[in-house]
């Protein structure tokens, strides 16, 4: 079983900052792109940023210049660093991961809980 846990999230006033951390566990065989994706009230899931193994990121022009995207292969984890964050960036931010676990012999798509990101004066 592999399991994607999320923390970091909370109130933050526009202009602030948040770290969001993700860290995957259990029977885990290799983790190809990790992600952070952003549900917002009334509004669809979508993509923030995403880092494939080698480093390589991409992100939303939304958040493109304010949010950092890192993760680390020996923790299996994931972070997200958000500047300047704005009321729209208020969401429910699911981590996301495209894992092979040492079960199931393929690869497959892990989404945590998710944790809500407030931008509120």
């Known amino acids: 079983q592999v399991q994607l846990a999320e923390s970091g999230g909370g109130l933050v006033q526009p202009g602030g900052s948040l770290r969001l951390s993700c ?3 259990g029977s885990i065989f290799s983790i190809n792109v ?14 923030v ?5 080698d480093g390589t990121t991409n992100y939303a022009d ?12 020996a923790k299996n984890t994931v ?11 208020t969401a429910v931010y699911y ?9 199931i ?6 989404w945590g809980k998710g ?3 407030t931008v509120s004066s």
């Open 79 to 89: 972070d997200l660093q958000m500047n300047s964050l704005r009321p729209e960036d």
């Open 62 to 73: 939304s958040v493109q210049g304010r949010f950092t995207i890192s993760r680390d292969n």
């Open 34 to 47: 990790m992600g952070w994706f952003r549900q917002a009230p009334g509004k669809q899931r979508e993509l």
């Open 105 to 110: 012999l393929r690869w497959k798509d892990y």
């Open 95 to 103: 981590c996301n991961a495209n894992i092979r676990s040492t079960v």
């Open 49 to 53: 940023a995403i880092i494939s193994s």
């Open 23 to 25: 860290e995957a566990s």
């Open 115 to 117: 944790t809500l990101v």
